[in-house]
């Protein structure tokens, strides 16, 4: 990451303390359209407005903190995806990024599919519409009731992880009476260059079946055994938040060198490869994310010539993009409750969530930007760390950011590129309640999933 000294000299200290941040932006008032959701701007009165409306009412409305999401932009993406890869693709949105109803709606009428990992997702699918047949079903460990649930509901395909899924599977899908499509999920060798908590094709770890010594190879032989199985494809996700194809690549290689032993051991060609999801954001605009035209080009033209060397033919292919889709289409609305300079370090900004609603700083030492959104200012710039309200020292939202120094208690600041694994990880650490999601479209605004309240939490205590 890039560090650099303040040209101008922070509020506190002559020297920056060690730290992730670059210079601070020429002008503190600019909202980067990089990192932030598509239709956010800054008004003539300073205050940001999204899909029309500006950030204060929407405080006032709903409080703070919130997940704010550009539901125009959430769409373009979609489509952008689905456009990219065509009809001879499938788009699968991966739900553990962010799901509710309204964005299974939101999916369903913009042609793309669902993939699901967990009983909870699938019942989100189904009750808001989503065809079966257009759910992939995920997970290295779905219990039996989970995958009897998908089965009667008739997923599109169950994503087999081990051997033992494999043959549990089958058996349930055979006891009901069905034939259940299925892919074989591997783990190629492909080490991803991304964070190691979400990296997910090395061999080393819980997901998948290895391709090395013959082991995906051997839970094909099985799969194609069982009755109560239809094999169409194999999977692979090679890991989260990457920028670089190179990885895609070998792992595209590596699948179709899979499917050309199938061809040669069992004289069937499977129709279909996943290429999983994995593709980066721009937290920060440092990050240079791929547009999905390119992204679909680069993949599209992979499979298509290692089926050609390999004289298969090109199988459907498919992608499960989340992050990318839903990422940059939302910003967390926090209230800045106290401002405490400590001299020679920096300021530190408390809001009124924290690790509870955005738990990748900690996790992942994620970074993101923030800005002052309830008014311009042209105060100098401040290093600041934004920090939640709960207990704990590595509850940092944003490590280093620089804000207006005039930045007072009562100022909205906002946190952009939060729609991915933020609200969808969201803790009720220290009894803190879940923010809500307001979706916001053409000067409309709705909560498509409403705060938490104590009594929710009480709800669950039966002491
Ligand atoms: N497909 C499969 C099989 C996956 O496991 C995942 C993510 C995806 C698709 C979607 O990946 P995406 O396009 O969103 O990168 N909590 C972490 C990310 C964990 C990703 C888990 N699997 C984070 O906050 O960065």
């Not at 539901?71 to 993406?77: I, K, L, N, P, Q």
């Not at 004289?267 to 994310?289: F, H, K, Q, R, V």
């Not at 989340?322 to 609305?333: K, N, Q, S, Y």
Request: proline fraction near 5%.
């Amino acid at each position: 990451m890039s560090r650099s000294a303040h040209p101008a000299g922070p509020r506190h200290a002559d020297v920056l303390p060690e730290g992730h941040y670059s210079a601070p932006p020429a002008d503190l008032n600019a909202l980067d359209p990089k990192v932030w959701a598509q239709t956010v701007e800054r008004g003539e009165d300073g205050v940001v407005t999204v899909g029309g409306i500006g950030v204060t009412q929407l405080a006032e409305e709903y409080g703070t903190p919130a997940y704010v999401l550009d539901e125009a932009d959430f769409r373009a993406r979609a489509r952008a995806w689905r456009t990219a890869f065509g009809a001879d693709a499938d788009v699968f949105y991966a739900g553990k990024a962010f799901l509710s109803r309204a964005v299974v709606r939101w999916l369903h009428e913009e042609g793309l599919n669902l993939d699901v990992c967990s009983g909870g997702e699938l019942a989100t699918a189904l009750s808001a519409g989503m065809p079966a047949d257009r759910i992939a079903f995920h997970g290295n460990n779905k219990s039996p009731e989970e995958i009897e649930r998908a089965v009667r509901a008739g997923v599109g395909r169950i994503v087999l992880d081990s051997f033992q899924e494999i043959v549990r599977v089958a058996h349930i899908a055979q006891s009901l009476g069905k034939r259940q499509r299925v892919q074989i999920r591997i783990t190629v060798g492909v080490e991803a260059h991304t964070h190691e908590f979400i990296a997910t094709a090395h061999e080393d770890q819980k997901f998948g079946i290895p391709l090395a010594g013959g082991h995906a190879a051997e839970a094909v032989r099985r799969a194609l055994q069982l009755d109560g199985l239809e094999l169409i494809g194999i999977h692979s996700h090679i890991g989260s938040q990457i920028f670089d194809m190179s990885g895609f690549e070998v792992a595209a290689h590596r699948v179709v060198g899979l499917l050309k032993d199938i061809r040669d051991e069992h004289g069937i060609e499977l129709p279909e490869i996943d290429l999983g999801g994995g593709l980066g954001i721009a937290y920060t605009s440092d990050d240079d994310p791929r547009e999905p035209h390119e992204i679909a080009k680069a993949l599209t033209e992979i499979v298509t010539r290692e089926c050609e060397s390999a004289k298969l033919r090109t199988p459907r292919i498919s992608v499960e993009p989340g992050r990318a889709i839903v990422g940059p289409t939302a910003f967390t609305l926090y209230e800045v409750g106290t401002v405490k300079p400590l001299d020679g370090l920096r300021t530190y900004v408390s809001v009124d969530g924290g690790m509870s609603d955005n738990i990748r700083a900690a996790l992942y030492d994620a970074e993101y930007t923030v800005a002052l959104v309830s008014r311009a200012s042209d105060a100098e710039p401040m290093l600041v760390r934004v920090v939640g309200k709960h207990c704990e020292s590595g509850d940092i939202v944003v490590k280093d950011a620089f804000l207006p120094g005039d930045l007072a208690p009562g100022d909205l600041i906002a946190v952009p590129a939060t729609g991915a694994y933020c609200r969808s990880m969201a803790s009720n650490y220290n009894h803190v309640l879940r923010p809500p999601v307001v979706a916001v479209r053409e000067g409309e605004a709705r909560v498509v999933v409403r705060r938490e309240t104590e009594e929710d939490l009480l709800r669950l205590d039966v002491g």
